[in-house]
């Protein structure tokens, strides 16, 4: 509720006031008043500040909470892509393991058939050697081709 009061209002109320109290008391009664609407509008201006604090913190809460659940959110989705990444991280390293494995595996198997080969090229070079030097074609064989025994020592 609004007092509107006027400057008709208020001569009305001074000379109401000069008749009923009277002229040596009205001084100290005006100061007195004027004293009490002054408090009176403190109070009410404390009333408004504090009505507007509270507004104001419940808002700051609001938007505190809001925050927190977006950090809470963030912290979930972060969560995830640390998980997400060392999932990965793990697939990549256990995929190059079993490529590191297989190659390893593969080179075993290529220096096995290597050795297998050397032999059975050894096998087939000492075969040859005998049919050469045993067979009816060893006296019209170049003496070029195999090397003489002071080149086998060397």
Known sequence: ?????????????????????????LPSVARSVGLWVGKMQRFVAGVKSDLANELKSDELRNLLNSQEDQIRELKQMVNETRTDLERT?????DSLAEGMDGAVEQVKDA??????NREKMEEITRAARATA??????????????????????
Not at 8 to 22: C, D, F, M, N, P
Request: glycine letters at 6%.
């Open 89 to 93: 991280a793990k697939s990549a390293s």
């Open 111 to 116: 220096a096995e058939t290597a050795r297998e």
């Open 1 to 25: 509720m609004v007092f509107d009061v006027g400057f008709q209002e208020i001569v009305l109320i001074g000379i109401i006031a000069l008749l009923v109290i009277g002229p040596e008391r």
């Open 133 to 154: 030097t045993s067979g009816p074609l060893a006296e019209q064989k170049p003496q070029d081709d195999e090397p003489s025994d002071s080149n086998k020592s060397a």
